[in-house]
């Protein structure tokens, strides 16, 4: 389906016409027309699938069919989401969608100075963005007022509740419209999120475009069992041989991320840090220079990277398997995005072992393993076994598929170096 046949304002199809969309993806298929008629609603869509446009396009929409001056302090949308790059980014594809149009759109995120933000929330504000942690701030300080909240958006809902932002995002929303539409989007459909979503939706629609907690199709998914002292070897290794153009680690801690980049810099690989130590700055320069491909890899912890869309990224590895299941989703969300081709690969320690059983139930299928000779694990056997026994998937011991990675051309997508 096309955007030309949802008669939206000429200026909108230019902006999208500019950012070289022509088909609708399926979430914009399903929520565009309810979420413009004014329906609240409830959507399942896993990072990567076009959902930035699926709310903004019917919230401009709105805007367009019933102008009002913009007036400072006062916005008349408000999209929250959870970390700063993600507002950042968020500002920035919301811009290009209102690019051709009036409106003005600004973020407000931690890690900056307040008085510039209160400087453009003075200037005037249609569409705001915005982390809870800052815009509670702001309230504070009586740099806003959200009462003229007209359409509330909650972008990543599930990470938001995880983050514990959840008392921050109930008293914001107390201080919008009542009248409001709203819009919640989450990437998992948790007891949690249907609990919010009952609590903050009107009579809302669901919608939703991923089997549950799925994965994208194009991610390739492979493992690698390996000691967890063994995965900086392993990683440069492979980092060698597949010659990996360009590489997302995420590492469960910063002490991890650190560490893996004091090791890279040894071996002279071009690396940066994204992770809740390093300043805004830093961690906007990072990814810039990752984006432009100045460095090859970049190590992030979870909550700097969530969400972030990385053109064209073909490489998660997980140096670390998450604690929680559904973060796995969230961390190769950044790779197959929009139909391209991405490969997911996962080291996995004796200790992580009960993590990849609750990540494969989740995903609902068995991941490839690749036994990589000189890495390889004792007794990992014995403990898969016990696992069955215990409640964990049964299907990890009878599919098992085992692979030695020497086989040519078996590995995701890695061009080996010649
Ligand atoms: P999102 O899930 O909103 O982060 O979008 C993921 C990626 O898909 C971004 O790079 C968008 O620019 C891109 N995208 C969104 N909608 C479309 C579309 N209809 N056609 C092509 N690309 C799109």
């Not at 890279?264 to 994204?274: A, G, T």
């Not at 190769?332 to 995005?337: K, N, P, S």
């Amino acid at each position: 389906m096309n955007f030309s046949s949802l008669d939206l304002a000429p200026e909108i199809l230019q902006a999208l016409d500019a950012c070289g969309y022509s088909k609708m993806t399926p979430i914009q298929q399903q929520a565009i027309v309810p979420a413009r008629r004014g329906k609240d609603i409830l959507a399942n869509a896993q990072t990567g699938t076009g959902k930035t446009a699926a709310y903004t396009l019917p919230i401009l929409q709105q805007i367009v069919d019933n102008p009002k001056p913009t007036t400072p302090e006062n916005a008349r949308a408000l999209i929250l989401t959870p970390t700063r790059e993600l507002a950042e980014q968020l500002a920035n594809t919301i811009k290009a969608y209102a690019q051709f149009l009036p409106i003005s759109v600004t973020a407000l995120y931690g890690g900056v100075k307040m008085s510039s933000q209160e400087k453009k929330l003075k200037a005037g504000v249609d569409i705001l963005i915005a982390t809870p942690g800052r815009l509670m701030e702001h309230i504070v300080q009586c740099n806003v007022n959200l009462s003229k909240v007209e359409f509330v958006v909650l972008d990543e809902a599930d990470r938001m509740l995880d983050m514990g932002f959840i008392t921050d995002v109930r008293s914001i929303l107390q201080k919008t419209n009542k009248k409001r539409q709203t819009l919640l989007f989450s990437a998992t459909i948790s007891r949690a999120v249907n609990e919010l979503a009952n609590k903050l939706l009107v009579n809302h629609e669901v919608v939703s475009v991923a089997k549950k907690n799925a994965t994208a199709d194009t991610v390739e998914h492979v493992v690698y069992p390996v000691e967890e002292r063994r995965k900086t070897d392993l990683f440069i290794e492979l980092l060698d041989e597949y010659n990996w153009f360009q590489v997302l680690v995420f590492t469960s801690t910063k002490a991890q991320a650190d560490a893996l980049m004091r090791n890279l810099k040894k071996d002279k690989v071009k690396s940066s840090l994204c992770h809740g130590d390093k300043s805004q700055g830093a961690r906007r320069r990072a990814l810039a220079d990752f984006k432009s491909g100045k460095i090859q890899v970049l190590i992030a912890t979870e909550v700097a990277a969530r969400g972030l869309d990385i053109q064209g990224l073909e490489y998660v590895v997980n140096y670390n398997l998450p604690y929680l299941a559904e973060d796995y989703v969230h961390r190769i969300g950044r790779t197959g995005r929009a139909g391209s081709k991405g490969h997911a690969i996962s080291f996995v320690s004796r200790e992580e072992e009960r993590s990849l059983d609750s990540i494969e139930r989740l995903i609902g299928n068995k991941i490839k393993r690749i036994n990589m000779p000189g890495y390889e694990v004792t007794n990992r056997d014995v403990l898969r076994k016990k696992l069955s026994k215990y409640g964990g998937s049964s299907r990890s011991n009878k599919s098992s598929q085992t692979t030695i990675i020497r086989n040519k051309d078996n590995h995701s997508g890695g061009r080996r170096k010649k």
